[in-house]
């Protein structure tokens, strides 16, 4: 007795390839307006899969399409096994690279709810940089796996006040940022005191770009 053979389903990356054909618009995603974004299948990612930034069309010519923006979750679950040690570049005020290890995770936005990632940081040379040149990118690996996060940073603590975060949240948004990258605390009273008087800041970056190997 013959058994039919189950079809094959198309891996993401060929289907995406598919999909991108059809579209006909091979083109980074600045180039694409955000109602195209929206509704083309060729112009959506696969979370967890990595895709090359090029395609081969049907005429054989090499042409570039949007990548899209990979999944936090899987930015999450890689940072999870390495405890959410990133690495963050920002700019100095003569244009070079500064770069930091810090503990950063998935903060709620105080405000607004939104979703970002969270570190704490102090220090006067530090905070002025992020201040005059808040875009920054943070690098999450483990083995030879890693996850870029690219955003603009926005800066909550007793030197850089926001609307409607007092004292007491500013308090609870610093043990959000702690908890958001893993961490715990047998005694959060003290925590309290050392964040209040190392005047530690809550910085939130906003991404704008995620993109990994």
């Known amino acids: 007795m013959l058994h039919p053979v189950p079809a094959r389903r198309p891996s993401p990356q060929a289907d995406h390839r598919a999909a991108a054909d059809e579209c006909g618009r091979h083109q980074p995603a600045a180039a694409l307006g955000a109602q195209h974004l929206g509704r083309c299948r060729a112009h959506r990612f696969e979370p967890g899969v990595g895709l090359p930034s090029m395609v081969i069309a049907a005429d054989g010519g090499a042409r570039q399409y949007c990548r899209g923006m990979a999944d936090l979750q899987d930015v999450w679950a890689l940072a999870e096994r390495e405890k959410f040690l990133a690495t963050v570049a920002t700019v100095r005020a003569d244009g070079s690279v ?116």
């Open 98 to 213: 500064q770069a930091s290890l810090v503990n950063a995770g998935p903060v709620a936005h105080p405000l607004t709810g939104a979703p970002t990632v969270g570190f704490t940081t102090y220090g006067k040379v530090k905070l002025a940089n992020l201040r005059a040149r808040p875009r920054l990118a943070l690098t999450f690996r483990s083995g030879w796996q890693w996850y870029t996060i690219e955003g603009t940073a926005e800066i909550i603590g007793p030197d850089d006040p926001a609307d409607g975060v007092d004292a007491e949240r500013l308090r609870e948004l610093l043990r959000e940022v702690f908890r958001g990258a893993g961490g715990t605390h047998d005694d959060w009273d003290t925590y309290d005191t050392v964040m209040r008087n190392e005047r530690r800041a809550a910085v939130l970056v906003t991404p704008e770009r995620v993109y990994s190997n």
